[in-house]
């Protein structure tokens, strides 16, 4: 059988794609992987949820983060729930190695962090070629890119199941447990790296009123660089900004841009 990595973000539907390829097999699939690959800057929610959906539906999970080897080179390192980075770490060996910001037109995080590190391991098991089942629904059949990334094909099981944002909506309700994260029109907003660049102004107001303190990553970044994540706005400026705002900047739609660039599902 053809070997098969299980991308595992840490978000709702990548778990319920986890469950359907469950269902679907039986259990797990001869020759295949669970893989979820921590940046840092995920929310701890995220990775009780990951930790969580291993322990409840027995299956194990490779939790993965990004280093740098003695020679200067990409590599990988092994983590778990208890170890697993949580102030940036990975992000932060990324940008002082590169030297530069990922942007929404240069997601050399996503690229890297999660796709190369997950790669990397794979293939220090001996794995030559693989599919790599991505969490993308039939809804958003617009995300799916079927171009072969490094030795590994992608392949969306909810969009060839017809699954959309509904089924897993409804199969969350069903559970015993679930992300704690707020859905909002559809979206874990919350999910995914805290202030990530590709998240909607509005999104982003609203961590920095609720989570002021994890903006702080991102604006050390950006100082220490001298450079911008989206380069029509400083982090800094922007949550200074916010913090002296009233709440009706949350409520007029027009004010803060809600467009979103979407969400990362490595």
């Known amino acids: 059988m053809e070997k098969l990595q299980i991308s595992l973000s840490g978000g709702r539907t990548s778990g319920y794609m986890l469950h359907h390829i469950l269902e679907e097999n039986n259990g797990l699939p001869n020759n295949s992987i669970v893989c979820f690959q921590n940046t840092g800057r995920e929310m701890p929610q995220t990775l009780d949820f990951v930790n969580e959906i291993s322990h409840r539906w027995n299956v194990p ?26 102030n940036g770490e990975p992000f932060d060996r ?33 794995w030559k070629h693989w599919r790599n089942a991505i969490g993308i629904r ?38 015993s447990f679930d992300l704690n994260l707020p859905i909002v029109n559809n979206k874990t907003i919350k999910g995914n790296c805290d202030f990530c660049f590709l998240k909607s102004e509005a999104t982003l107001a609203m961590m920095a009123r609720e989570h002021p303190e994890l903006a702080q990553w991102w ?3 950006e100082k220490r660089t001298g450079k911008r994540f989206e380069r029509r706005r400083d982090m800094s400026a922007f949550v200074e900004f ?22 990362c599902t490595g």
């Open 61 to 86: 999970i490779v939790w993965l983060e990004y280093n740098i080897s003695d020679d200067n080179k990409n590599t990988f390192e092994i983590v778990n729930h208890n170890s697993a980075s949580r």
């Open 94 to 126: 990324l940008i002082n190695k590169y030297g530069r910001l990922p942007s929404a037109r240069i997601r050399f995080c996503t690229g890297i962090l999660k796709i190369e590190t997950g790669q990397k391991y794979l293939k220090s098991l001996g």
């Open 138 to 175: 039939a809804d958003e059949l617009r995300r799916a890119n079927y171009k072969v990334e490094g030795r590994a094909t992608p392949v969306y099981p909810l969009v060839e199941a017809g699954k959309t944002i509904q089924d897993v909506a409804n199969f969350w309700a069903a559970q």
């Open 219 to 221: 604006i050390d970044a």
């Open 242 to 263: 916010v913090g002296k705002q009233q709440d009706w900047i949350f409520d007029n739609e027009a004010y803060l841009c809600q467009a979103d660039g979407g969400e």
